[in-house]
């Protein structure tokens, strides 16, 4: 990040400025929380304006990335954020912090999470805990209609949320796809964003 904009000890002055002049940006990870209510952007542009820096995760590929606590209305949130190349701020996800990760909102768990459940690998975007879950509801497209795959067996990164499954299990949901093997079929809500814009 030589070129880049943040300079030590002035990173949550260049936050607030990128938040209060509306440039930056969030990522899928981030709109998925929207959606699921479990984050607000009000929230996030809080945080990220008022609160402090709790860690730099440095990383040899990527820019250093920055995780950011603050609050809203009392309720504690994290904001993980980075300087993208065009030097653009990017929120990479935002979260309640929570047990087991989190004995309190700026603390880390020391035992690294859940003590009942293994690890079994390592989140590649935040590096925090893989464990294995079955997943209710893995939302995807298909030919323009919205599927649901129930009862996933998937790893769970207990930090951000990001869900990783086998080749194993990615072969078999492979061929169910293909098989269009459906059991059956739900409402969805929608949001129209833009409704007068034509889709491209
Ligand atoms: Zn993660």
Same mark, same amino acid.
């Given at each position: 990040m030589e070129s880049g904009e943040i300079r030590p000890n002035h990173e949550?002055?260049?936050f607030g400025n990128r938040v209060r002049e509306?440039? !930056?940006s969030l990522s899928e990870h /981030? /709109?998925?929380y929207l959606v699921e209510g479990k984050v607000s952007v009000q929230g996030i542009e809080n945080v990220l304006m008022t609160g402090r820096v709790l860690e730099e995760h440095r990383n040899p590929v990527r820019s250093t990335s920055f995780l /950011? !606590? %603050?609050t809203l209305g009392g309720q504690p949130l994290h904001v993980k954020c980075a300087e993208d190349v065009d030097h653009q701020l990017v929120v990479l996800f935002a979260y309640v912090p929570a047990p087991p990760v989190w004995d309190s909102p700026t603390r880390r768990n020391s035992l %690294? %999470?859940?003590e009942m459940a293994e690890s079994v690998g390592t989140c590649f975007f935040c590096g925090g805990k893989l464990i294995e879950i079955t997943v209710g509801n893995y939302l995807y497209r298909y030919e323009g209609q919205m599927c649901a795959v129930k009862r996933l067996p @998937? @790893?769970? *990164?207990e930090? *951000? %949320?990001e869900k990783y499954i086998s080749a194993e299990v990615g072969r078999k949901l492979n061929a169910l796809i293909d098989e269009k093997k459906f059991s059956g079929t739900e409402e969805a809500n929608v949001?129209?964003?833009m409704p007068e814009v034509e889709l491209s």
């Open positions: 949550m002055e260049w509306s440039r !930056y /981030v /709109v998925r /950011v !606590y %603050g %690294g %999470g859940s @998937a @790893a769970l *990164c930090q *951000c %949320g949001i129209e964003f």
